[in-house]
């Protein structure tokens, strides 16, 4: 094998291990929004080391005692709703700087309806990979933007049996079903007027 091609593969060896370990990064931050989501403590634990730590604000310290503080705060609340966007990484040999875009909604729910927090910020990564495994070793984030939004409950406006799948905590989600999704062939007709359980909910918010 000649030195240029042996240059070559090895080049090529290296970018592929950095495009795997990105995408095992990016699926642990995508868990990680799935066990909070979902109250998974298990989960949740699953994303850090055990001699991670993570300081969320209200929560300084071990990342998996953060963990066991953070979900039963978390089902207090009706729902919550995490989302991830421009994540961005710096590796430097079994560890990895990451800085990712987060956007979560909290709905409380209380005598008056609900309300909604939405919190925006960062989450401040390092993450390290262990015997071929990338778990986050140190974590903080970095608030950006909050606002308290006073809501309706629009989940039932479709009504009846076009109400769509709703997400639940627990074995029953149907984000568990995976492929059997495929068994899931109801036959709705069209709604004669898509919009008109919203209006009626428009309305009793505006007189209200």
């Known amino acids: 094998m000649s030195d240029a091609l042996e240059a070559r593969l090895s080049a090529l060896e290296s970018e592929l291990t950095t495009l795997r370990d990105r995408e095992a990064i990016r699926e642990g931050i995508h868990r990680y929004c799935q066990a909070v989501d979902r109250c998974d403590l298990e989960m949740l634990k699953s994303c850090y080391w055990e001699d991670g730590y993570d300081d969320h604000g209200f929560f ?6 953060f963990a066991e503080y953070v979900i039963p705060c978390l089902e207090r609340v009706d729902s919550s709703m995490h989302s991830i966007t421009n994540t961005r990484f710096q590796f430097d040999g079994a560890r990895c ?6 956007h979560v909604v909290h709905r409380l729910a209380h005598e008056g309806g609900y309300t909604d927090f939405l919190h925006q910020g960062r989450y401040l990564d390092v993450w390290e990979k262990r015997d071929g495994e990338w778990k986050i070793l140190h974590r903080v984030i970095a608030g950006d933007f909050d606002r308290w939004l006073h809501t309706l409950d629009i989940r039932g406006a479709m009504g009846g049996d076009n109400a769509p799948l709703s997400g639940r905590r627990g074995e029953n989600d149907p984000g568990n079903l995976w492929f059997d999704i495929l068994e899931h062939k109801p036959e709705r007709p069209a709604m004669a007027d898509l919009w008109a359980g919203f209006h009626q909910l428009s309305e009793m918010d505006r007189q209200g």
Request: contains cysteine.
């Open 60 to 65: 300084a310290g071990n990342a998996h005692e």
């Open 97 to 102: 700087a990451c800085a990712s875009q987060w």
